[in-house]
Nanobody
Framework: VQLQASGGGLVQAGGSLRLSCAAS????????MYWFRQAPGKEREFVAV????????YYRDFVRGRFTISRDNAKNTVYLQMNRLKPEDTAVYYC?????????????????WGQGTLVTVSS
C-alpha cells in the first residue's frame, strides 16, 4: 500500500482544513487508517483512526469534537476534517495504514506511512 497525503497549508486560528490521503495498491478496505502528527521538536503522536468499514473511530482527547476522520473505500481515500484549528495543531500530519484498528496505536504498529503534509495554524 502506498499512501499520498495532501491538503495541508496555512490557516488562521479558528479556521478549517481537510486533509486527504489517497492509497494505491489493493485491499485498501482491509486496513485501519490512521492520522498521526509531529510538531516541531516533538515526537510523532496519534491523532485519529477509522476502522476498515468506517464504522468505528477513535480520537485523542485534544482533537475530539474538532476533528473528524472518515474514509471512502470506493475512492481508496481517508480524510481528516479539522475545524476550530488552534496554533498548537501546527504539525506535519501523516496518514498510516495498519491491518488492525488500534484505539491507541504506537508508531511500530503502523504498517505503511504516507509522506506527510504540513499544517500551520497562525494565531
Amino acid at each position: 500500500v502506498q499512501l499520498q497525503a495532501s491538503g495541508g497549508g496555512l490557516v488562521q486560528a479558528g479556521g478549517s482544513l481537510r486533509l486527504s490521503c489517497a492509497a494505491s495498491g489493493h485491499s485498501f478496505s482491509t486496513y485501519g487508517m490512521y492520522w498521526f502528527r509531529q510538531a516541531p521538536g516533538k515526537e510523532r503522536e496519534f491523532v485519529a483512526v477509522v476502522s476498515r468499514s468506517g464504522g468505528v473511530t477513535y480520537y485523542r482527547d485534544f482533537v475530539r469534537g474538532r476533528f473528524t476522520i472518515s474514509r471512502d473505500n470506493a475512492k481508496n481515500t481517508v480524510y481528516l476534517q479539522m475545524n476550530r484549528l488552534k496554533p498548537e495543531d501546527t504539525a506535519v500530519y501523516y496518514c498510516g495504514a495498519a491491518r488492525y484498528t488500534y484505539s491507541r496505536p504506537t508508531e511500530g504498529e503502523i504498517d505503511y506511512w504516507g509522506q506527510g503534509t504540513l499544517v500551520t495554524v497562525s494565531s
